[in-house]
C-alpha cells in the first residue's frame, strides 16, 4: 500500500523515469521499505491508470527509447491526503512484527551453540546495514542537488538518524542478548 505513495513522493520532487525512480528509491527508501522493480512498474501502470502520473515518451538516439513519470494535481492530492492522516501509520509503527524474535522467543528447544549462532549472524547483519547507511550523508547530499530544499531534506536526513538508532539499538540487543546466553554456559 505504502509502496505508491514512497513512489509519488519521490516524484512529487521532478519526474523520472521507472529506472531512476527504482534506483532513488533504493536509495532513500530501501531502509524501511523494499520496493521491487516489478513492483514498482506494476505500481506506476496502475497509478498512471488512476490520473495520478503523466507520462512522456523520450524518444532517444542510439539507445532504447525512455518514459518520463510525473505526478498530476490528482497525484499530489492524493499524496498529501495520505500525508495528512498518520493515526493508523503510528499505531504501525508502533507495532513490532518479526519472526525472527519469534524464533528467539523459542530459541530454548535449540542446543545453545545453535541459538548463538543464530544471534551472531543477526548481530553481523545489522553491523554490515549499519555500515551500509555510511552512504547515507553522500545520497542525502546528492539528492539535496536536485531538491534544494533545506526544510524538506532536513526530513530525509531524520529518517537516516532513526536508522542509525534502529541498527545501533538492535546491536545493543545483540550484544547483550549475547553476553547473557554466553555466561550461561
Known amino acids: ?6 513512489l ?3 516524484l512529487n520532487y521532478g519526474s523520472m523515469t521507472g529506472y531512476e525512480l527504482g534506483k532513488a528509491f533504493n536509495a532513500s527508501l530501501g531502509f524501511f521499505w523494499q520496493g521491487q522493480t516489478s513492483q514498482i512498474y506494476r505500481e506506476l501502470s496502475a497509478m498512471e491508470r488512476s490520473g495520478w502520473l503523466a507520462t512522456k515518451r523520450v524518444v532517444q538516439d542510439g539507445r532504447p527509447n525512455k518514459k518520463l513519470y510525473a505526478v498530476t494535481d ?8 495520505w500525508l495528512s ?3 493508523g501509520a503510528i ?5 513490532v512484527r518479526s519472526a525472527f524474535l519469534m524464533r528467539v522467543f523459542f530459541a530454548g528447544e535449540l542446543p545453545r551453540e545453535k541459538a548463538v549462532s543464530m544471534l551472531r549472524a ?3 547483519q545489522c553491523g554490515k546495514a549499519l555500515g551500509k547507511l555510511g552512504d547515507t550523508p553522500r545520497t542525502i547530499a546528492e539528492y539535496s542537488a536536485i531538491v534544494p530544499d533545506e526544510g ?6 531524520v529518517v537516516a538518524m532513526f ?6 539499538a538492535e546491536l545493543e540487543w545483540a550484544d547483550k542478548a549475547l553476553s547473557m546466553l554466553e555466561d550461561a554456559q
Open 163 to 168: 536508522g542509525e538508532s534502529f541498527y545501533r
Open 74 to 81: 490528482e497525484g499530489k492530492r492524493a499524496l498529501n491526503e
Open 1 to 6: 500500500m505504502s509502496l505508491k505513495y514512497g
Open 85 to 87: 492522516d498518520a493515526d
Open 152 to 157: 524538506k531534506n532536513k526530513y530525509w536526513r
Open 8 to 10: 509519488l513522493g519521490l
Open 91 to 95: 499505531a504501525e509503527a508502533l507495532c
Open 122 to 124: 543477526f548481530r553481523e
